[in-house]
């Protein structure tokens, strides 16, 4: 048993260990079954997955219904106030010309200027995120948009459209229009089979372009195919960059933009679709034509190019008829949205150079199209018989009109100023604005002043007889009016317009002579000179009044020394009123130093000459010698007792602390100089700061060509001429400008010649202005403080002249010239801050008179002060802007009503209404007095300055003989305010030679305004508002 045990257990041991070895083969059988399982299952998967995809292109079933969920939290809502939840666009084509791009540019500028935002859309922050990623924000975009301005009634006062033409809606297109579209770009678009379909892929298109694209990689053989559709193409040309698909990541965003911008409505896409072909057909980009700019859509492009109207086209291809004139015209037009729809995927070669491609390409759709049955045989026989026949520019030139009305004129342009656009691009805008113009008044005025140039009706207003106009004469005279009312916020323009149909505004855009309206300026800075001093002196007692020591030229300041001791009184007002009742000879016998020689000044009649009138009377009657004399003791009390007075220098010659006080002096005042000059030149390019420098002048040989040499050291003696006779054109000469003349001129003031004192005293300006100018010409770019480094030399330079002259003589007359040059740059300051519209004032007592040139809407603005009790307020020309109307980047804008600004004392102003008043009761303008009244007879208040300018070029011989005379132009101005609220100027202006023959005095605009008293009344009647909405005053900001 043992043994047979023992055998049978050695028996069993075999088995044993073979069974060890065994299991490898099994193994190998279970891992092979469990492979082809692992395969199976992934074969089945991608089966499913497959089908899934399969039945998901077909049906669009999931991503309808999760796009449109997602979709719809992608939400906006317009808020008060200005909102930090709002990402504007990026720089996309039709964003850009909407203006959508450019609202974070826009609405600083407005800031600035005084507006503040009332509302702003708010983007829900699953749309924040959204665009965070660089997604377009989805929305129905506008088909049509433009700039609208609308009057202060809110009555239209423009309107553009832009594309001017279109398809409102998709039933408006032509069928085979739709057709020949599908059959070319997204032949499966309007599917009604599938009506959750995605419109932004178009899967077997997108796989033929994804196959393209991997052979092209493995540089396989095969042509590039695209894979755009309709919807990805507007996402294109409206929103990537510069209209372009420039990677696979810009194909990405614009076909996810496109897919959820389809699916915000909802699952259902249909109409979406139908309204991608409408959209798409509006403002597909056809390139661009020189004089008309941007092509954008059929309509556009049928006009632009083919000089086909775009509503005929479209009756012709709806037509019915099958005659063969109709089918000629049918197959034409035909051809001709063919052509355009096929010129789209390279418009400016095909519509220029490649006019014969197009045409064969065109042909061969159209053959396309007959054999899948898009269009019958008849219809496709027509159209490849016709011929497109291209628009001649030269014959057929598309103009756009320039816009004549001077309310939309004067609008547009401000928009166009305060947005910093052209006005081919503002009207592009998506904008609605309010103007402050009363549309209704605005037109009657307009008429009025156009009908002036009837004699018959110009005899029927009083304007014919002595001083005034002759029958002949009417037709040469232009006129200009505005009408300003004063409201809570602001000055608001309600008329401004001109006799014109010339789009140049005589009341903003011109710099005339305005003869003595000036003196209203003058005397405005007197009594705020008399102001001033009575702050400084009205609280002292008379012991202290008499230990005050005023410089023997300071008459201003010892009159107020005077007065204040006489009078126990210090009352303002009453000071003010005697400093106006003060008496100034009105005799033309004196010769007056000034402008840097001497100069001798006129009345305007002889009669005025013996008199000693008061300034009250002077400024009634409108005397200008005691207003010449005035202004020279403006002058004088800013040299003599003004801060900072360079008179100080000359007191004591011996002092030995003068060296020390002189260089501390320079580097001061040369500072504080510089700055001013560099206030008037900071935001101007080269061309313009040199204007502005020599603008400033009064030329003549000698000045310009110290000007030249100093500027330009290195310019030839060719370049030299030019430029000097080139600026003294117009200018008053004392001998002929002969070739040899200006040899020796260039010779005289050549680099070396004379120091910068001197050719600064030569050419009669500020040495450092003359400085200036020809640092910033080589250096167009410096800053201020790289002006001031590199000017401590100049500086210290400019006033060492004032004590290196031998003799006294000389040396007074430069002093006196250079202290008048620096005391004109603290008047001009002063008439800066109560609205002087131009950089510089003439150094001259000539200014009293109207010599620096005005505008009339700068003279509005000033009386306009004056009648609100000295509170400057802005001129308002655009109440509100409305950007974006209905879309994500909805703003609203609004003026400021928080920015008045008071530039002169109350009292100031009330005694300058005053002297005004008496310029319309008894003085040069008392013909309109009494001229507008109340509804019940009383009349309105009336005030306001009379001034004539004679503008001539004059030859003067020696001794002052004038030896010829032409005239530049004339000019009368009346410059007024009606009752509490009103104000403006009218102008009458003749340019040009014809002045010559034109003795009318500032009674003619008077004369004018008072004609219009039965057309204004009406709408200047107190608590009418002009006949406008009441402003809406907000304090949001």
């Given at each position: 048993?043992?043994?047979?045990?023992?055998?049978?257990?050695?028996?069993?041991?075999?088995?044993?260990?073979?069974?060890?070895?065994?299991?490898?083969?099994?193994?190998?059988?279970?891992?092979?079954?469990?492979?082809?399982?692992?395969?199976?299952?992934?074969?089945?998967?991608?089966?499913?997955?497959?089908?899934?995809?399969?039945?998901?292109?077909?049906?669009?079933?999931?991503?309808?219904?999760?796009?449109?969920?997602?979709?719809?939290?992608?939400?906006?809502?317009?808020?008060?106030?200005?909102?930090?939840?709002?990402?504007?666009?990026?720089?996309?084509?039709?964003?850009?010309?909407?203006?959508?791009?450019?609202?974070?540019?826009?609405?600083?500028?407005?800031?600035?200027?005084?507006?503040?935002?009332?509302?702003?859309?708010?983007?829900?922050?699953?749309?924040?995120?959204?665009?965070?990623?660089?997604?377009?924000?989805?929305?129905?975009?506008?088909?049509?948009?433009?700039?609208?301005?609308?009057?202060?009634?809110?009555?239209?006062?423009?309107?553009?459209?832009?594309?001017?033409?279109?398809?409102?809606?998709?039933?408006?297109?032509?069928?085979?229009?739709?057709?020949?579209?599908?059959?070319?770009?997204?032949?499966?678009?309007?599917?009604?089979?599938?009506?959750?379909?995605?419109?932004?892929?178009?899967?077997?298109?997108?796989?033929?372009?994804?196959?393209?694209?991997?052979?092209?990689?493995?540089?396989?053989?095969?042509?590039?195919?695209?894979?755009?559709?309709?919807?990805?193409?507007?996402?294109?040309?409206?929103?990537?960059?510069?209209?372009?698909?420039?990677?696979?990541?810009?194909?990405?965003?614009?076909?996810?933009?496109?897919?959820?911008?389809?699916?915000?409505?909802?699952?259902?896409?249909?109409?979406?679709?139908?309204?991608?072909?409408?959209?798409?057909?509006?403002?597909?980009?056809?390139?661009?034509?020189?004089?008309?700019?941007?092509?954008?859509?059929?309509?556009?492009?049928?006009?632009?190019?083919?000089?086909?109207?775009?509503?005929?086209?479209?009756?012709?291809?709806?037509?019915?008829?099958?005659?063969?004139?109709?089918?000629?015209?049918?197959?034409?037009?035909?051809?001709?949205?063919?052509?355009?729809?096929?010129?789209?995927?390279?418009?400016?070669?095909?519509?220029?150079?490649?006019?014969?491609?197009?045409?064969?390409?065109?042909?061969?759709?159209?053959?396309?199209?007959?054999?899948?049955?898009?269009?019958?045989?008849?219809?496709?026989?027509?159209?490849?018989?016709?011929?497109?026949?291209?628009?001649?520019?030269?014959?057929?030139?598309?103009?756009?009109?320039?816009?004549?009305?001077?309310?939309?004129?004067?609008?547009?342009?401000?928009?166009?100023?305060?947005?910093?656009?052209?006005?081919?691009?503002?009207?592009?805008?998506?904008?609605?604005?309010?103007?402050?113009?009363?549309?209704?008044?605005?037109?009657?005025?307009?008429?009025?002043?156009?009908?002036?140039?009837?004699?018959?009706?110009?005899?029927?207003?009083?304007?014919?007889?002595?001083?005034?106009?002759?029958?002949?004469?009417?037709?040469?005279?232009?006129?200009?009016?505005?009408?300003?009312?004063?409201?809570?916020?602001?000055?608001?323009?309600?008329?401004?317009?001109?006799?014109?149909?010339?789009?140049?505004?005589?009341?903003?855009?011109?710099?005339?002579?305005?003869?003595?309206?000036?003196?209203?300026?003058?005397?405005?800075?007197?009594?705020?000179?008399?102001?001033?001093?009575?702050?400084?002196?009205?609280?002292?007692?008379?012991?202290?009044?008499?230990?005050v020591e005023v410089p023997d030229q300071d008459r201003l300041s010892q009159w107020v020394i005077d007065y204040l001791i006489q009078n126990k009184d210090h009352d303002l007002s009453k000071m003010l009123g005697a400093a106006l009742d003060r008496k100034y000879s009105a005799s033309p016998g004196e010769a007056f130093f000034t402008g840097g020689g001497l100069h001798v000044f006129h009345n305007f009649r002889n009669e005025?000459?013996?008199?000693?009138?008061?300034?009250?009377?002077?400024?009634?009657?409108?005397?200008?010698?005691?207003?010449?004399?005035?202004?020279?003791?403006?002058?004088?009390?800013?040299?003599?007792?003004?801060?900072?007075?360079?008179?100080?220098?000359?007191?004591?010659?011996?002092?030995?602390?003068?060296?020390?006080?002189?260089?501390?002096?320079?580097?001061?005042?040369?500072?504080?100089?510089?700055?001013?000059?560099?206030?008037?030149?900071?935001?101007?390019?080269?061309?313009?700061?040199?204007?502005?420098?020599?603008?400033?002048?009064?030329?003549?040989?000698?000045?310009?060509?110290?000007?030249?040499?100093?500027?330009?050291?290195?310019?030839?003696?060719?370049?030299?001429?030019?430029?000097?006779?080139?600026?003294?054109?117009?200018?008053?000469?004392?001998?002929?400008?002969?070739?040899?003349?200006?040899?020796?001129?260039?010779?005289?003031?050549?680099?070396?010649?004379?120091?910068?004192?001197?050719?600064?005293?030569?050419?009669?300006?500020?040495?450092?202005?003359?400085?200036?100018?020809?640092?910033?010409?080589?250096?167009?770019?410096?800053?201020?403080?790289?002006?001031?480094?590199?000017?401590?030399?100049?500086?210290?330079?400019?006033?060492?002249?004032?004590?290196?002259?031998?003799?006294?003589?000389?040396?007074?007359?430069?002093?006196?010239?250079?202290?008048?040059?620096?005391?004109?740059?603290?008047?001009?300051?002063?008439?800066?801050?109560?609205?002087?519209?131009?950089?510089?004032?003439?150094?001259?007592?000539?200014?009293?008179?109207?010599?620096?040139?005005?505008?009339?809407?700068?003279?509005?603005?000033?009386?306009?002060?004056?009648?609100?009790?000295?509170?400057?307020?802005?001129?308002?020309?655009?109440?509100?802007?409305?950007?974006?109307?209905?879309?994500?980047?909805?703003?609203?804008?609004?003026?400021?009503?928080?920015?008045?600004?008071?530039?002169?004392?109350?009292?100031?102003?009330?005694?300058?209404?005053?002297?005004?008043?008496?310029?319309?009761?008894?003085?040069?303008?008392?013909?309109?007095?009494?001229?507008?009244?109340?509804?019940?007879?009383?009349?309105?208040?009336?005030?306001?300055?009379?001034?004539?300018?004679?503008?001539?070029?004059?030859?003067?011989?020696?001794?002052?003989?004038?030896?010829?005379?032409?005239?530049?132009?004339?000019?009368?101005?009346?410059?007024?305010?009606?009752?509490?609220?009103?104000?403006?100027?009218?102008?009458?202006?003749?340019?040009?030679?014809?002045?010559?023959?034109?003795?009318?005095?500032?009674?003619?605009?008077?004369?004018?305004?008072?004609?219009?008293?039965?057309?204004?009344?009406?709408?200047?009647?107190?608590?009418?508002?002009?006949?406008?909405?009441?402003?809406?005053?907000?304090?949001?900001?």
């Amino acid at each position: 048993m043992g043994a047979l045990w023992q055998t049978d257990s050695s028996k069993a041991v075999v088995p044993t260990e073979r069974v060890d070895e065994a299991p490898i083969p099994p193994k190998k059988r279970r891992n092979r079954h469990g492979w082809k399982a692992f395969w199976l299952l992934l074969l089945i998967i991608a089966v499913v997955v497959g089908l899934a995809a399969n039945k998901e292109m077909r049906t669009s079933r999931f991503q309808s219904r999760e796009l449109s969920q997602y979709a719809a939290s992608l939400k906006y809502q317009l808020e008060p106030g200005p909102s930090e939840a709002i990402r504007y666009p990026g720089n996309g084509p039709f964003d850009l010309r909407l203006g959508y791009s450019s609202l974070d540019e826009f609405l600083p500028r407005l800031l600035k200027r005084d507006y503040v935002i009332t509302e702003q859309t708010r983007f829900s922050p699953a749309l924040l995120s959204y665009t965070d990623k660089g997604l377009f924000v989805p929305y129905s975009e506008k088909i049509q948009a433009g700039l609208s301005i609308t009057d202060c009634r809110a009555a239209p006062l423009y309107q553009y459209k832009y594309p001017q033409q279109l398809y409102s809606s998709f039933a408006a297109i032509p069928p085979v229009v739709v057709s020949s579209l599908l059959f070319i770009e997204n032949r499966f678009l309007l599917d009604p089979k599938q009506p959750l379909a995605n419109p932004a892929v178009d899967w077997p298109r997108f796989g033929m372009a994804a196959w393209s694209q991997v052979a092209k990689l493995l540089h396989l053989p095969g042509q590039s195919a695209g894979g755009s559709t309709l919807a990805t193409q507007l996402e294109k040309y409206r929103h990537s960059p510069d209209g372009l698909t420039v990677s696979g990541a810009e194909k990405i965003r614009q076909m996810i933009s496109a897919s959820v911008r389809a699916y915000q409505p909802g699952p259902e896409t249909l109409g979406a679709r139908q309204n991608i072909i409408r959209d798409y057909l509006n403002s597909v980009p056809l390139s661009a034509v020189p004089g008309h700019g941007e092509v954008h859509g059929m309509a556009e492009g049928l006009r632009v190019w083919y000089g086909s109207d775009f509503n005929k086209a479209n009756e012709q291809l709806n037509s019915p008829a099958t005659d063969p004139k109709t089918m000629a015209d049918k197959g034409l037009a035909l051809r001709e949205m063919l052509s355009l729809m096929i010129a789209q995927r390279r418009p400016s070669h095909y519509l220029t150079k490649g006019r014969e491609e197009l045409a064969d390409l065109t042909d061969s759709h159209l053959r396309l199209l007959k054999q899948n049955g898009v269009i019958d045989s008849a219809l496709a026989d027509a159209a490849l018989a016709s011929k497109v026949t291209y628009r001649d520019w030269q014959t057929q030139p598309t103009i756009q009109p320039i816009e004549t009305n001077k309310g939309i004129s004067v609008a547009r342009s401000r928009l166009a100023t305060m947005l910093n656009r052209p006005l081919y691009d503002l009207d592009r805008l998506d904008l609605s604005a309010t103007s402050t113009l009363q549309g209704e008044l605005q037109t009657q005025a307009t008429e009025y002043l156009k009908k002036l140039a009837d004699p018959a009706f110009a005899g029927q207003i009083g304007l014919i007889g002595e001083r005034l106009l002759t029958p002949t004469s009417t037709t040469q005279v232009r006129y200009s009016f505005t009408l300003f009312e004063l409201t809570p916020d602001g000055s608001r323009v309600r008329v401004q317009t001109d006799s014109t149909d010339q789009p140049f505004d005589i009341n903003e855009g011109s710099k005339l002579e305005l003869g003595s309206t000036a003196k209203m300026r003058v005397l405005t800075t007197y009594l705020q000179i008399i102001s001033e001093l009575h702050d400084k002196y009205g609280a002292m007692t008379v012991p202290e009044l008499k230990k005050v020591e005023v410089p023997d030229q300071d008459r201003l300041s010892q009159w107020v020394i005077d007065y204040l001791i006489q009078n126990k009184d210090h009352d303002l007002s009453k000071m003010l009123g005697a400093a106006l009742d003060r008496k100034y000879s009105a005799s033309p016998g004196e010769a007056f130093f000034t402008g840097g020689g001497l100069h001798v000044f006129h009345n305007f009649r002889n009669e005025d000459n013996g008199r000693m009138p008061s300034l009250r009377d002077a400024l009634r009657e409108s005397i200008n010698l005691p207003f010449i004399r005035l202004m020279r003791d403006v002058v004088r009390y800013v040299t003599y007792s003004g801060p900072n007075s360079s008179a100080e220098l000359l007191k004591d010659d011996r002092d030995p602390r003068r060296q020390e006080y002189l260089a501390s002096f320079a580097d001061r005042e040369g500072t504080s100089f510089l700055l001013k000059f560099w206030k008037k030149y900071k935001n101007k390019d080269t061309p313009a700061r040199l204007d502005t420098f020599l603008d400033s002048m009064r030329p003549t040989p000698i000045r310009m060509a110290a000007v030249h040499r100093y500027l330009l050291p290195n310019a030839s003696q060719e370049d030299f001429n030019s430029f000097v006779r080139s600026h003294l054109k117009g200018a008053k000469l004392t001998e002929k400008l002969t070739d040899d003349r200006l040899i020796r001129l260039y010779d005289a003031y050549g680099p070396g010649s004379y120091d910068l004192p001197d050719q600064g005293f030569i050419a009669k300006v500020h040495p450092l202005d003359l400085w200036l100018m020809g640092y910033l010409l080589n250096h167009p770019d410096a800053t201020f403080s790289e002006i001031v480094k590199a000017s401590q030399f100049e500086r210290q330079e400019v006033y060492s002249w004032l004590f290196k002259s031998k003799h006294k003589g000389a040396r007074d007359s430069r002093i006196r010239t250079m202290l008048e040059i620096e005391a004109f740059l603290e008047i001009h300051q002063r008439w800066q801050k109560v609205g002087y519209p131009f950089d510089h004032l003439v150094p001259s007592l000539a200014t009293a008179i109207g010599s620096s040139g005005d505008r009339p809407a700068a003279l509005a603005e000033l009386i306009g002060t004056i009648l609100n009790d000295g509170v400057r307020m802005p001129s308002l020309r655009i109440d509100s802007l409305h950007f974006a109307a209905g879309t994500p980047y909805e703003t609203r804008l609004t003026n400021d009503p928080h920015v008045g600004k008071r530039v002169m004392p109350s009292e100031v102003a009330t005694a300058m209404r005053e002297a005004l008043s008496q310029v319309v009761d008894s003085g040069t303008a008392k013909r309109v007095s009494g001229s507008f009244k109340t509804a019940d007879g009383t009349p309105l208040v009336m005030g306001g300055k009379t001034g004539t300018g004679d503008n001539r070029i004059e030859a003067i011989g020696s001794g002052g003989r004038i030896l010829s005379s032409k005239s530049i132009n004339r000019t009368a101005t009346f410059v007024f305010y009606i009752g509490n609220n009103h104000f403006g100027t009218l102008t009458a202006f003749v340019p040009g030679r014809s002045a010559e023959n034109f003795k009318f005095t500032s009674a003619l605009p008077v004369q004018v305004l008072k004609g219009m008293a039965p057309i204004l009344s009406p709408y200047l009647q107190p608590g009418t508002h002009t006949m406008c909405q009441a402003p809406q005053v907000t304090a949001a900001r």
